[in-house]
């Protein structure tokens, strides 16, 4: 049940103060709006009245604001930040005057959309679409880690149009995540016009079929939003709140007017709006303190985040070594060592795990968790936008996530949420598979040729790619053991062990992995470098082109390599890459990167994807694209 129940009702002198509440808070919306000339003071001014409730009566206030049982309030419309802003000051948990005075000021914390660094504000949206997938992983965490709470999400009408909503409606539904109660602002307006007319929805109809309860209530008045959300919590459902309201609600003029929905007033304007609401214009005030706070952020640097993360406590697992007469895929050695993490993740004391699945648990090798841990396994379905968000908003809580997918779903389908992920300062291990050609005869749709690409866009993000099953087992174990977002990826193929010069795996319980780190495999005169499922191929190169010829080796991080190791290879005038990924954007970028930034010169030739494959086996693809490695010898023959 939920941990806060609201009031039948509240009395006179309530709604009287949450009403004064209101219109201090609007007048702080149109100053900061004004003063930094940019802004959504529209929707803050219809949402502001239901946000001042949720703050009044739900179990969430500055001195609480990181216990573990509080009430959660996500704000999904991420735009009405000063409609956030003004309630959480008004709530005292932080100063009203830098809100208004800095907002939108290079380098202050009260950006144009909120953050989840400050205190009150439980995830940093902007994005539209993506409030109720994260406010599904803290019911999911709840849930896993034995916190009553009650969730509450405001979301706006317009962004009712993403589809990732209705993957979260669905999956809330199914996994009866009743204590999440979603208030709908709805104004009617978006920027083009009429929600009615940009693109028609009957939203009570929708959550129904979804498996909610939904019902409206006047967003604008006190006494019913407390008496429906009180409502809502004696429903043994997930709710959804319509919640009507007026768009600039409070200056008569801007109501109902889209225009207002991201556009300031003017000076003239505003000392019109702030007579109405029942103040004199203190523009002169604000821009002062603005001036003095930008000399302050440019003499002392932008505003300090405070640090999000939180220690990991998990028990070793079981040492495991394929021998090097097995030859299966890094798929089942992670699934191996999950179920390994999984069951050691139960134990007192322990970090918690989730693991999310996209209707693929067999082929990604999450499925013994499914059976043997189903309190920690949660079946999304093709719901992949949702299920990213959602398995980053769990890790916020204490929680570590694993999304598994393939790699054409686990990233390019899903690059905006694992962005916001990392913007979030998640704690995110997303562990994918089926990558680059090797995916085989699902042919070029599946084929993600791309990942490192696009991952090297995501700051925080770091991709490992193991080079065999003993590999993947340890990896797996590393990075569940540090705080961060992780990308491991694989391909689906079989592979042999990777053996070192004596024919014994050289990924054995001695081996310690070490980030952005070469890997020397096998000794020679020239540098072949590679990674994942390409690794053994160049070994195989190597025996044909002359063992002592060619140094290989590996790059488990191929996105981020050691500068100082790049430039040593560079000593032997030549460097070989050999990968299944686009090259200009993969290892082979990697490492002219670092040539190119340190003038170094050196020939760097790329083995790697050049464009779309075709549909065939892994094999046959990679001759057909002369990447087999009896080609690669050929053509290292032909440097040589």
């Avoid at 002169?284 to 706070?293: M, P, V």
Wanted: hydrophobic fraction near 40%; aromatic fraction near 10%; glycine fraction near 8%.
């Amino acid at each position: 049940m939920p941990f806060t129940y609201f009031p039948v009702s509240i009395t006179a002198t309530e709604q009287g103060e949450l009403a004064d509440a209101a219109r201090r808070c609007r007048h702080a919306i149109i100053t900061m709006t004004t003063l930094a000339a940019s802004g959504h003071p529209g929707g803050s001014m219809s949402s502001i009245d239901v946000l001042l409730t949720l703050y009044k009566y739900a179990n969430i206030n500055h001195a609480n604001s990181q216990s573990p049982d509080r009430d959660k309030i996500f704000v999904s419309i991420g735009h009405i930040s000063p409609a956030v802003y003004s309630t959480l000051a008004i709530n005292n948990f932080f100063p009203l005057d830098d809100v208004i005075s800095t907002f939108r000021l290079a380098g202050s914390s009260y950006q144009g959309h909120i953050e989840r660094y400050l205190p009150g504000v439980e995830w940093t949206t902007g994005n539209l679409g993506q409030g109720l997938a994260a406010a599904c992983g803290a019911a999911v965490a709840d849930r896993i880690k034995n916190v009553e709470s009650s969730i509450y999400v405001l979301m706006g009408d317009g962004e009712q149009q993403k589809g990732q909503i209705s993957e979260a409606i669905r999956f809330a539904a199914k996994f009866k995540l009743n204590n999440i109660t979603a208030i709908i602002d709805y104004n009617g307006l978006q920027i083009s016009g009429s929600v009615g007319e940009v693109m028609p929805q009957d939203l009570i109809a929708e959550y129904r079929a979804g498996g909610w309860e939904a019902f409206e209530c006047d967003g604008h008045n006190y006494n019913g939003i407390v008496a429906a959300i009180h409502k809502a919590q004696q429903i043994d459902k997930p709710v959804m709140l319509l919640a009507n309201t007026t768009m600039g609600r409070g200056v008569s003029f801007m109501e109902n007017q889209n225009k207002y929905h991201g556009a300031p007033l003017s000076k003239d304007d505003y000392v019109k709006a702030v007579k109405e609401l029942g103040f004199e214009s203190e523009l002169d005030k604000y821009s002062e303190l603005r001036a003095k706070a930008q000399k302050t952020i440019q003499a002392g640097g932008a505003t300090n985040k405070k640090d999000l993360s939180y220690k990991v406590n998990l028990h070793a697992i079981p040492q495991k070594l394929y021998a090097t007469d097995i030859k299966t895929d890094c798929r089942s050695a992670y699934g191996d060592a999950l179920a390994e993490l999984a069951r050691g993740a139960t134990v007192a004391g322990a970090t918690p795990i989730a693991v999310f699945d996209c209707d693929l648990a067999s082929s990604v090798k999450t499925a013994n968790v499914a059976k043997n841990f189903p309190n920690n396994f949660f079946q999304c379905g093709i719901s992949e936008h949702h299920a990213a968000a959602m398995a980053g908003a769990v890790s916020a809580y204490g929680v570590i996530p694993f999304f598994s997918t393939f790699t054409m779903f686990a990233v390019d389908e899903v690059y905006n949420q694992l962005r916001m992920n990392d913007i979030n300062c998640t704690n995110l291990k997303v562990v994918s598979t089926h990558a680059g050609v090797d995916v085989g005869e699902d042919g070029l749709t599946h084929q993600c040729v791309d990942y490192l690409g696009l991952m090297r866009n995501i700051f925080g993000f770091k991709v490992l790619a193991p080079a065999d099953p003993n590999q993947t087992y340890r990896l797996i174990d590393h990075v569940t053991r540090q705080f961060g977002n992780y990308h491991v990826v694989m391909g689906r193929s079989a592979l042999p062990i990777i053996t070192d010069d004596s024919g014994k795996p050289y990924y054995d319980d001695n081996y310690k992995f070490k980030y952005s780190a070469l890997e020397l495999i096998r000794k020679g005169q020239l540098p072949l470098v590679a990674f994942g499922g390409m690794l053994y191929r160049a070994l195989e190169a190597r025996e044909l082109v002359g063992e002592d010829k060619i140094a290989v080796y590996n790059a488990p991080t191929p996105a981020y390599i050691n500068r100082d190791e790049i430039l040593a290879l560079a000593d032997a005038g030549i460097i070989f890459t050999y990968e299944d990924h686009y090259y200009k954007t993969g290892l082979y970028a990697t490492i002219c990167e670092v040539l190119a930034s340190a003038g170094k010169r050196c020939n760097v030739v790329p083995f790697g994807i050049e464009g779309y494959s075709y549909s065939g086996k892994p094999d046959d693809l990679l001759k057909l694209m002369g990447l087999d490695s009896e080609s690669v010898a050929n053509k290292i023959k032909g440097h040589l």
